[in-house]
């Protein structure tokens, strides 16, 4: 009974194994992607709400930034809205306000937002608005429209005795101003005009002047300008050749007004403080000083153009490489095949080897003889 017992468990664990799972069909259809289930539609009036109450003092409610800054909201792609208010709500932009702004914020409060922004009307162009806030020069250029009607419009004067302040060193005209404020140039009406502007203004003020073209004012029958040019060779040092400074805390003289000039040279004499300049105006007599000036009335100023680099930044000049000119190559001369070598004759060989044949036949012939000699020599020896 136990053998049958022991045969049937066999079998069945013999069929069992030899059960194989068969393999599952693939199928041809491809498999559907999983559903992306779209976001929800932004609210845009509870955006333009939280707008009201978050937003509007630096993006304005309209979308519009309130300074150079500040970027425009309006019209902008409602993804990109959402991915910068997310990143600043996740620290990966680090600006302080919008940071604590946003962290209150939830999802939906972000995307009703910029919903809300991204519907709006873009913004009209404000660059030269923008310009206006931002650019030095054009902040220089309004405020220069205080001193227009004495110093024309561009820095040109053209009343006697006004100076010129087209072209001029920006760093001088700061200076030249402080000394107004402070009385030591005896100027009344100076001496109040932008009393309060801060430093910041009048360094715009001398950009928009140091940038502007000047014109030679006319110069008076007055002074000996060839013997102007002789006492200038001090003046040379520190106001460049010919009037040109190259420093920018050194006026240009070149072109300026000659009455201008006669009475700030003067001036050195009494109340302006300068050391050289005293120093040297002091061995100068009245005369001097009118020849002097007429020389620096009767140069050119300093004409920039555009993309010229002004020399008192100290800068080199670019240097403009000009092209080289192409030569042309030159025709390529295929060389003449070389003659070949010449055979060497074998003439003399031929002519040389019969000679050496009969040279070697004489001499064994000599041997041969010289052999028998003394073979027959030594056979008479043996007789004796």
Request: net charge positive; with cysteine; hydrophobic share 35%.
């Amino acid at each position: 009974m136990k053998p049958i017992l022991f045969g049937l468990v066999l079998s069945l664990a013999l069929l069992g194994c030899g059960k194989e799972k068969e393999p599952t069909a693939k199928s041809s259809v491809p498999e559907k992607p999983p559903a992306v289930t779209a976001a929800p539609a932004a609210d845009i009036a509870a955006g333009k709400a939280l707008a009201e109450t978050t937003c509007k003092a630096c993006h304005g409610l309209d979308g519009k930034g309130a300074g150079p800054a500040i970027p425009h909201l309006a019209a902008q792609r409602e993804r990109s809205l959402v991915a910068s208010l997310k990143e600043y709500k996740d620290g990966k932009r680090t600006h302080s306000g919008l940071r604590d702004i946003v962290a209150k914020m939830t999802d939906a409060d972000i995307r009703n937002i910029a919903g809300y922004y991204a519907a709006q009307p873009p913004v009209a162009n404000t660059v030269a608005l923008d310009m206006a806030h931002s650019n030095p020069y054009e902040q220089g250029k309004k405020l220069a429209e205080a001193c227009a009607k004495c110093h024309g419009a561009d820095g040109n004067a053209t009343a006697r005795g006004t100076p010129s302040l087209a072209g001029q060193q920006p760093t001088y005209l700061i200076a030249a101003i402080h000394e107004y404020h402070r009385g030591e140039r005896a100027k009344g009406s100076m001496k109040s005009t932008m009393g309060d502007s801060d430093r910041l203004e009048l360094e715009n003020l001398a950009a928009y002047y140091s940038a502007q073209t000047p014109v030679q004012r006319p110069v008076p029958a007055r002074g000996d300008v060839a013997t102007g040019e002789k006492l200038s060779t001090m003046c040379g040092g520190c106001h460049g050749a010919k009037g040109v400074s190259r420093d920018a805390a050194t006026p240009s003289l070149a072109g300026q007004d000659f009455d201008y000039l006669l009475k700030a040279t003067k001036a050195y004499w009494t109340t302006r403080k300068s050391w050289g300049m005293q120093r040297y105006v002091a061995g100068l007599g009245e005369k001097d000083v009118e020849n002097i000036v007429a020389y620096y009335a009767a140069q050119k100023p300093l004409e920039l153009k555009l993309g010229e680099i002004p020399p008192w930044t100290g800068l080199p000049e670019p240097t403009v490489r000009e092209p080289k000119p192409k030569v042309k190559p030159e025709p390529k001369v295929k060389p003449e095949p070389a003659a070949p070598p010449a055979k060497r004759s074998t003439a003399k060989r031929t002519t040389a080897r019969p000679a050496a044949k009969a040279s070697t036949a004489k001499a064994t012939t000599a041997k041969t003889s010289t052999a028998k000699k003394s073979s027959v020599r030594d056979r008479l020896r043996r007789k004796r």
